[in-house]
């Protein structure tokens, strides 16, 4: 009888964990959101959240994914695969990523165009415990300002400004920062001829980005809207598909686009080191950092970042900030950017992406990544005030760099779908010049002959 | 069908297989997108017939990157098979101590992306040791890197550096091959070493050359890191290849139609090219 006890009890058990493992293995995994993100800078960019490697969680992330119930999965790249990345996953709708990492200057406004963005308007008001648009610099959110739709939410982000030697401005009499584009090339012209005199043949009077492909075009878009006073690419200052149709706006890469670029190439050559042609944002810092030249601008936000490296003494001791200089038309160059994050329109749960979003450009977050690098720049005016920067950066630092967020044009270049093509075109245009392979009535011939077959090509002016 | 009813049939099937699905498929896609108008400004895509060839031809970055390809191919391929027979006759000879071939091919191993870092550190105008430092020293004041000729010439330095020891390897163990009674004989006959390399070792080795070519004219073609690294295809345009404009095409100007139809030329190209060194050089007679 025991013995049928016994068997029939082994056999209830056997029964019962064979039901409850059939269970435990047809039942559904309990959900989990989980929000992947690709980007580039790891160990610059959020290492707040991902450490130092990228690879790790920090406690404030995770209290963040507990909090919320999703899981942050964060990739990250060099830049360009990043880019590419990111372009590939949009193009074939695959929805990898659910956040993008984009840039004002083409990623915004092409992607958007072609519907690949979750435009962010309507979940601004879902997460305003971590993003309230109200506390952020308005041009930052203006430069991913797309069709009145806003695209994507700023992380690093720049206005135009200076960094020079003061040092050097004093050896050579120049006193007065100079603040217009006719007196900073006199200063520049005073600095070279100091720099001849005294039998200084490695520092240059000025640094900007000369490299082929889009690199230069930022900038350089900037001088042409203080020379002309106007995004002047297209006929009559038209900046969107549709003021380009309507006006039939034709470009006028030979006509009001010149003075500027004419004079941003005048100045590479005059006064830029031998190599500018080739040189990228990462050379001009470095240039900046080692004491090799005296002025870089109009992306100040360059030689912010090659002075905590520097091994020369005076780069540490006597760089200042001065505000962009002011064209003939009473516009300053410009220089401004943001590093931007979008949400995938191919994303599965939008709503969680956006939250990640919001916390990952949230105030404590950027408070977090100012500690971190130090440099005068922020999304907030809180934490440019805050006590992170003013221990850092005098006053009127500060102040010079809000007051270039706060007057910038965001769009001083038009926001259409091709503005990638164009900044690329327009760069290695101005990197041809420079360099002497075309003079710049040719480069910008050659510029206006591509533009007004590509814009036919897009169906502009039907 | 007979064929299905042959076992050894059965066998060759997973090789049709593996072929079709990692050469065929992506062949044939590649075609299909050069003929499709996909472009990322522009939410249509559909069938374009040979509009990206015509924009391809017209545009003057096609022509100038041929240009720049062809110049940059027959400069590198000159040098490159100089220098790799010169350091292959120097040290084919049997008592040649082994840790000297090693050394000659250890930019082999360093990667085309390292390869280039390094040599644009070494040529920066501002700082590397050869631009900065030793060219002035020795009169030469041009900014190797941001001169277009200069950039050329630094392109194609850096290129025979690292790929040389290929090329190398297949001239040396060509030599090797070569029985050392030839010379024994050519020298009875009163040949200088000159005469010797022109009657003996040059016909010998003519095989190994045109493979040696071959692979050099197809990487020429196709190389797309070292020169992104050290001039990113500049000065201007000064060293944008094909392989360069390509990229550009696809991941700068988002035009994925005009990328593969500048893909499908390259492959043709590069397959005429070695078609017609095959069919002159390698066939063997019937």
Same mark, same amino acid.
């Given at each position: 009888m025991l013995k049928m006890l016994n068997r029939a009890a082994l056999a209830a058990t056997l029964t019962a964990g064979l039901t409850a493992g059939l269970m435990a293995a047809t039942a559904p995994a309990r959900a989990e959101t989980t929000v992947n993100i690709v980007g580039f800078g790891?160990?610059?960019?959020?290492a707040d959240l991902f450490g130092p490697s990228g690879t790790e969680k920090t406690q404030k992330l995770l209290d963040f994914e507990k909090k919320e119930g999703i899981t942050v999965n964060m990739e990250y790249a060099d830049e360009e695969v990043a880019r590419q990345k990111v372009l590939l996953d949009l193009v074939n709708g695959t929805?990898?990523?659910d956040l993008v990492m984009l840039g004002s200057d083409g990623a915004v406004q092409t992607f958007s165009a072609a519907g690949y963005l979750e435009p962010l308007d309507g979940h601004l008001d879902k997460a305003k415990d971590y993003f309230?648009?109200?506390? @952020? %610099?308005?041009p930052f959110l203006e430069a991913n300002t797309v069709d009145g739709k806003l695209w994507a939410l700023p992380y690093y982000s720049f206005g135009p400004g200076v960094v020079y030697r003061k040092d050097i401005f004093d050896k050579y009499g120049i006193t007065t920062f100079p603040k217009t584009t006719e007196e900073m090339e006199a200063a520049l012209k005073t600095i070279k001829a100091g720099l001849a005199k005294d039998g200084i043949?490695? @520092? %240059?009077p000025l640094t900007m980005r000369g490299a082929?492909?889009?690199?230069p075009s930022l900038d350089l878009a900037g001088f042409v809207f203080a020379f002309?006073?106007?995004?002047?690419?297209f006929e009559g200052g038209a900046t969107t598909p549709a003021e380009i149709k309507a006006k039939k706006a034709k470009p006028i890469f030979t006509g009001d686009f010149k003075k500027g670029f004419e004079t941003f190439v005048n100045w590479a050559k005059d006064y830029?080191?031998?190599?500018?042609?080739?040189?990228t944002w990462v050379d001009m810092m470095n240039l900046y950092g080692q004491g090799k030249a005296v002025v870089l601008l109009p992306s100040a936000i360059n030689g912010f970042a090659g002075?905590?490296?520097?091994?020369?003494p005076a780069v540490k001791q006597f760089s200042a900030y001065g505000p962009s200089p002011i064209g003939p038309s009473g516009k300053p160059i410009e220089s401004f950017w943001t590093f931007s994050v979008g949400v995938s329109n191919?994303?599965?749960?939008k709503d969680a992406a956006y939250k990640v979003l919001a916390f990952m450009t949230s105030e404590p977050v950027m408070e977090d990544f100012a500690t971190q690098?130090?440099?005068?720049?922020?999304?907030?005016p809180s934490i440019m005030h805050g006590p992170v920067l003013t221990a850092k950066w005098p006053k009127e630092t500060l102040d010079g760099v809000e007051a270039a967020f706060i007057s910038?044009?965001?769009?001083?270049f038009p926001y259409i779908p091709e503005l990638n093509e164009f900044m690329d075109k327009i760069g290695t245009a101005a990197s041809e010049a420079i360099a002497g392979t075309k003079t710049t009535d040719e480069a910008l011939a050659e510029l206006q002959s591509w533009a007004e077959e590509r814009m036919e090509r897009a169906g502009y002016y039907k | 069908m007979a064929i299905f009813n042959d076992w050894r049939f059965w066998f060759v099937v997973p090789m049709v297989l593996a072929l079709g699905t990692v050469v065929l498929f992506p062949s044939g896609y590649l075609v299909w997108m050069s003929l499709t108008h996909w472009?990322?400004?522009?939410?249509e895509r559909y069938f374009d017939g040979v509009g990206n060839f015509r924009v391809l031809f017209r545009s003057a970055d096609f022509t100038s990157a041929v240009w720049v390809t062809l110049v940059y191919l027959v400069a590198s391929t000159a040098l490159m098979v100089a220098f790799a027979m010169g350091l292959a006759l120097a040290l084919s000879?049997?008592?040649?101590?082994s840790a000297l071939r090693s050394i000659v091919i250890m930019?082999?191993?360093?990667?085309p992306v390292v390869a280039g870092f390094t040599w644009r550190f070494l040529m920066n105008?501002?700082?590397?040791?050869?631009?900065?430092f030793l060219l002035p020293g020795l009169?030469?004041?041009?900014n190797m890197l941001a001169d277009p000729t200069g950039a050329m010439i630094s392109v194609v330095i850096a290129d025979v550096w690292s790929r040389a020891p290929f090329m190398f390897l297949i001239f040396l163990a060509a030599m090797q091959s070569i029985p050392r009674d030839y010379y024994e004989a050519i020298r009875l006959d009163g040949a200088n070493v000159f005469q010797e390399f022109l009657h003996v070792t040059l016909p010998m080795i003519r095989p190994a050359v045109v493979v040696a070519l071959l692979f050099r004219v197809i990487d020429a073609i196709n190389t797309f890191e070292l020169i992104y690294v050290m001039t990113k295809g500049g000065?201007?345009?000064?060293?944008?290849?094909l392989a360069l404009f390509g990229w550009k095409s696809a991941?700068?100007?988002?035009d994925f139609g005009l990328a593969a139809a500048l893909g499908v030329v390259m492959v043709v190209v590069t397959t005429v090219c070695a078609s017609i060194a095959y069919r002159r050089f390698l066939r063997p007679a019937t």
């Open positions: 790891a160990g610059f960019a959020w929805g990898n990523y309230d648009a109200a506390k @952020v %610099y308005k043949t490695d @520092v %240059y082929p492909g889009e690199e002309a006073g106007y995004p002047a690419w830029g080191p031998p190599g500018i042609a080739t040189h002075i905590p490296g520097s091994e020369v191919f994303s599965k749960d690098i130090g440099w005068p720049y922020t999304t907030y910038a044009d965001p769009h001083y | 472009i990322v400004t522009d939410p000879a049997p008592r040649t101590p930019p082999l191993v360093i990667p105008g501002e700082m590397g040791f050869l631009g900065a009169g030469l004041k041009m000065p201007g345009r000064a060293t944008q290849t991941f700068q100007r988002f």
